[in-house]
């Protein structure tokens, strides 16, 4: 299985300020076919996970523009402009290149 | 409405059997891959199983041959039959539609 590592697993951002999250894969994401399946998950306190970013650097509909995903091969970051109280959560990243497998998540506190 | 409502889940001794279901309404799930994630109380995420549009279906090595995924399309219902429960199996299990659409998960529970 493809390992996915996030750092850091708590990061503390005042409100305004940008805020950074990072991914690797033990492995190139690179599907076979040519794209790169690294989605980008956030999951507030007693809700379900919602997808966010789709192959590295698409947003879902309805996702704030604030939101960007950036990366290629096997080192990914999902950057947030500036920080709402509203983007209070964990965030995931989630490889579908080979199966699926998440990171461990990381926390954002405001 | 677009949504997946999952239900079935309950606790139940080591070795037992249960039967998720995961509804949807405003889409057919027969065109759609639909996958089981679960998520343990420590709030990892773990992919199960997912069935794609064709009905090949494939699961996690921790689940392969305990647990199955189909569909009903007369009821437009997912279904993960787990068989041979282990306390490891204890977790959040939530139905998702690639990914992007989610039910509000069903809680297992494997305990003596």
């Known amino acids: 299985d493809i390992v996915m590592t996030q750092s850091p697993r708590t990061l503390i951002v005042t409100l305004g300020q940008p805020a950074a999250i990072s991914c690797r894969s033990d492995?190139?994401?690179?599907?076979?076919?040519?794209?790169?399946?690294l989605n980008w998950l956030q999951q507030k306190p007693g809700q379900s996970p919602r997808r966010l970013i789709y192959?590295?650097?698409n947003r879902d509909s309805g996702v704030p523009d604030r939101f960007s995903g950036s990366g290629s091969d096997t080192y990914f970051t999902l950057r947030i402009s500036r920080v709402e109280a509203e983007d209070a959560a964990t965030y995931y990243c989630?490889?579908?290149?080979?199966?699926?497998?998440f990171g461990q998540g990381t926390k954002l506190e405001i | 409405e677009v949504q997946l409502v999952e239900s079935g889940g309950d606790l139940v001794r080591p070795g037992g059997s249960l039967r998720l279901s995961c509804a949807a309404s405003g889409f057919d799930l027969t065109r759609n891959y639909m996958t089981w994630v679960r998520q343990t109380q420590g709030g990892g995420l773990e992919w199960v199983a997912i069935?794609?549009?064709?009905?090949?279906?494939f699961y996690s090595d921790s689940v392969k041959d305990r647990f199955l995924i189909y569909r009903d399309q007369s009821k437009n219902t997912l279904f993960l039959d787990m068989t041979n429960l282990r306390v490891e199996d204890t977790a959040l299990y939530f139905c998702?539609?690639?990914?992007?659409?989610w039910g509000q998960g069903t809680r297992v529970t494997v305990s003596t």
């Open positions: 998702t539609r690639d990914f992007w659409l």
């Open positions: 192959q590295v650097s």
């Open positions: 069935i794609y549009t064709g009905d090949g279906a």
């Open positions: 492995q190139s994401l690179v599907h076979r076919d040519g794209p790169t399946y």
């Open positions: 989630m490889q579908s290149t080979h199966w699926y497998t």
